[in-house]
């Protein structure tokens, strides 16, 4: 009896035992799984606060990259203006070096000249010299002529009449070379006159010449300047350049990093995700604005915000993070969020591209931008990542084609 007791108080003990075991057993499972799921948790977190890093990085790239382009691209501006200016003061100088030397050449013909009436100055001047000796030695002749000797002319001749025309004879010769003497002294003075005239010709163009060799100087300084300015501005270029370049690949590597990253928390490249790179282009030059699982709504559809239909676009779905592609090439017109008491409602965070008179892009519900309004973009850009903001039930990318101011239906115009 107490055996009996005994033996059954152990089986009871034992199948406790065994229950407790069973329990620890089974339990050992779910302990160990629900701790991986927590690491799994933690990891995916990580990855979504180190994709969050990675966008606000690659955010600040692209703006360091269009800051620095657009001042590049105004270095350039400046540069080809310096080139011009550089050229038209080597057009300058060419044109004042050619009137220089027409100048010169002025000055040597004046000076030629100013040597020829100098010569025919001196040779009047002999002239009248010589005319007045010999009207000195006439008179002489004349005035020291005896009345004995005036008597033997008058006593020689025939008549009266010969004896007047002999003094009008000595009379007509000392007018001639009187007028001879005035004549001389005109032309003298005349080419005195010329050659003042002369003078002050070669004194004008001496002055003309100095002032064309320093404006001629004058434009070589300014050319000297604008060459060291241009060098500089060339270098500022490269400089600029080269920071979009080292933007450019850091900006791809921080790129590469959030595919990752966005792979391994959506598997974003597996099967069932549509790459918009491998569909194509349409064409009215649209390609697909992001890589996507499925089409949620279409246009024209029915959401939770429109339950009476009339979806004005495509509801693209993907994971937080994935890129947005610019879907044609254009102008970025807005880049804003829509907001209400400090919420965000309707598209939430939205980009419009401008392509053309045409046609228009909008990209709604966006959890970041990587553009501003005004920037030039091409198709394939990344404009910005997907998100949820707005009226959104989840991560997607409500996309809209605009034609002529209205709303298209995109699929008609998608590759």
Same mark, same amino acid.
């Given at each position: 009896?107490?055996?009996?007791?005994?033996?059954?108080?152990?089986?009871?003990?034992?199948?406790?035992?065994?229950?407790?075991?069973?329990?620890?057993?089974?339990?050992?499972?779910?302990?160990?799984?629900?701790?991986?799921?927590?690491?799994?948790?933690?990891?995916?977190?990580?990855?979504?606060?180190?994709?969050?890093?990675?966008?606000?990085?690659?955010?600040?790239?692209?703006?360091?990259?269009?800051?620095? #382009?657009?001042?590049?691209?105004?270095?350039?501006?400046?540069?080809?203006?310096?080139?011009?200016?550089?050229?038209?003061?080597?057009?300058?100088?060419?044109?004042?070096?050619?009137?220089?030397?027409? *100048?010169?050449?002025?000055?040597? #013909?004046?000076?030629?000249?100013?040597?020829?009436?100098?010569?025919?100055?001196?040779?009047?001047?002999?002239?009248?010299?010589?005319?007045?000796?010999?009207?000195?030695?006439?008179?002489?002749?004349?005035?020291? *002529?005896?009345?004995?000797?005036?008597?033997?002319?008058?006593?020689?001749?025939?008549?009266?009449?010969?004896?007047?025309?002999?003094?009008?004879?000595?009379?007509?010769?000392?007018?001639?070379?009187?007028?001879?003497?005035?004549?001389?002294?005109?032309?003298?003075?005349?080419?005195? #006159?010329?050659?003042?005239?002369?003078?002050?010709?070669?004194?004008?163009?001496?002055?003309?010449?100095?002032?064309?060799?320093? %404006?001629?100087?004058?434009?070589?300084?300014?050319?000297?300047?604008?060459?060291?300015?241009?060098?500089?501005?060339?270098?500022?270029?490269?400089?600029?350049?080269?920071?979009?370049?080292?933007?450019?690949?850091?900006?791809?590597?921080?790129?590469?990093?959030?595919?990752?990253?966005?792979?391994?928390?959506?598997?974003?490249?597996?099967?069932?995700?549509?790459?918009?790179?491998?569909?194509?282009?349409?064409?009215?030059?649209?390609?697909?604005?992001?890589?996507?699982?499925?089409?949620? *709504? %279409?246009?024209?559809?029915?959401?939770?915000?429109?339950?009476?239909?009339?979806?004005?676009?495509?509801?693209?779905?993907?994971?937080?993070?994935?890129?947005?592609?610019?879907?044609?090439?254009?102008?970025?017109? *807005?880049?804003?969020?829509?907001?209400?008491?400090?919420?965000?409602?309707?598209?939430?965070?939205?980009?419009?591209?401008?392509?053309?008179?045409?046609?228009?892009?909008?990209?709604?519900?966006?959890?970041?931008?990587?553009?501003?309004?005004?920037?030039?973009?091409?198709?394939?850009?990344?404009?910005?990542?997907?998100?949820?903001?707005?009226?959104?039930?989840?991560?997607?990318?409500?996309?809209?084609?605009?034609?002529?101011?209205?709303?298209?239906?995109?699929?008609?115009?998608?590759?």
């Amino acid at each position: 009896m107490n055996r009996d007791r005994d033996g059954g108080h152990s089986r009871h003990l034992f199948k406790a035992f065994l229950s407790a075991l069973l329990v620890a057993f089974f339990m050992m499972p779910f302990a160990w799984f629900g701790s991986n799921a927590v690491r799994a948790e933690d990891s995916k977190q990580g990855d979504r606060d180190r994709l969050g890093d990675l966008q606000d990085q690659t955010r600040e790239l692209n703006k360091k990259i269009r800051e620095n #382009q657009k001042a590049a691209e105004q270095k350039q501006k400046e540069a080809s203006t310096i080139k011009g200016q550089i050229s038209r003061l080597e057009d300058d100088i060419d044109q004042t070096e050619q009137k220089i030397q027409e *100048t010169d050449e002025q000055v040597r #013909q004046t000076e030629s000249e100013i040597k020829i009436a100098e010569e025919e100055i001196a040779q009047r001047q002999r002239e009248l010299d010589e005319q007045k000796r010999n009207q000195d030695e006439t008179l002489r002749v004349l005035y020291e *002529t005896s009345e004995q000797e005036l008597l033997f002319i008058i006593a020689g001749s025939d008549s009266i009449s010969e004896v007047i025309e002999h003094n009008e004879y000595l009379e007509s010769l000392e007018y001639r070379i009187d007028a001879t003497l005035h004549e001389i002294d005109a032309l003298k003075r005349e080419v005195e #006159q010329k050659k003042s005239d002369l003078d002050g010709k070669y004194q004008e163009l001496k002055g003309l010449q100095a002032q064309q060799e320093a %404006y001629k100087a004058g434009l070589a300084n300014e050319q000297s300047r604008k060459a060291v300015l241009l060098v500089e501005t060339k270098e500022q270029q490269e400089s600029y350049e080269s920071a979009v370049d080292e933007a450019k690949k850091l900006n791809a590597q921080v790129e590469s990093e959030m595919a990752l990253v966005r792979s391994r928390l959506t598997k974003a490249s597996g099967p069932g995700v549509l790459q918009a790179r491998d569909r194509g282009t349409s064409n009215v030059g649209f390609q697909w604005p992001t890589d996507y699982r499925y089409i949620s *709504t %279409y246009f024209g559809g029915s959401t939770p915000f429109q339950p009476n239909g009339g979806h004005g676009g495509l509801d693209l779905v993907n994971s937080a993070g994935t890129p947005i592609y610019a879907a044609s090439d254009g102008t970025v017109t *807005t880049v804003t969020e829509m907001t209400y008491n400090g919420k965000l409602y309707a598209y939430g965070k939205y980009i419009v591209i401008g392509h053309n008179a045409r046609w228009s892009s909008l990209y709604g519900h966006l959890q970041s931008f990587v553009v501003a309004s005004g920037d030039e973009v091409k198709r394939g850009d990344i404009i910005g990542y997907m998100g949820s903001t707005g009226w959104s039930t989840g991560p997607h990318l409500h996309f809209e084609i605009w034609e002529y101011s209205s709303r298209a239906n995109p699929l008609d115009y998608l590759p």
